[in-house]
């Protein structure tokens, strides 16, 4: 495990090279690849699932009313989506039952 609570992309890449014995340079293609193919979908309207790890997933934020605090006006914050991701509930239960609580 990890001593400071994170992995970067260079992490995974790494540990993926070493795994299954690829240049470091295809896995990072690959990589990236899956990440823009991702964000191409979601940015078409599309969501992405992922059977046992989860779903890349557009969330719909209902348009609200926000304070600018420094001004001490209120403004309007218009609807708008935002990407999200929903983890699967085998992903779930494997982080609840293995992930020490801090």
């Known amino acids: 495990m990890k001593t400071n609570n994170r992995m970067t992309k260079a992490d995974i890449v790494a540990k993926i090279s070493e ?13 990236e690849t899956f990440m823009d193919e ?6 078409s309207g599309d969501n992405v ?3 046992g790890f989860g779903s890349f997933i557009i969330k719909k934020r209902a348009e609200k009313t926000g ?8 403004i309007k914050i218009p609807a ?3 990407p999200a991701f929903k983890p ?3 992903f779930v239960e494997g ?5 020490e609580v801090k």
């Open 19 to 31: 795994k299954l014995g690829m240049e470091k340079g295809d896995v990072q293609a690959t990589v």
């Open 95 to 99: 982080v609840k039952t293995n992930v």
């Open 38 to 43: 991702v964000k191409n979908s979601l940015e």
């Open 80 to 82: 708008h989506n935002i």
């Open 88 to 90: 699967a509930k085998v």
């Open 67 to 74: 304070r600018n605090i420094s001004k001490n006006t209120t």
């Open 49 to 51: 699932y992922l059977r």
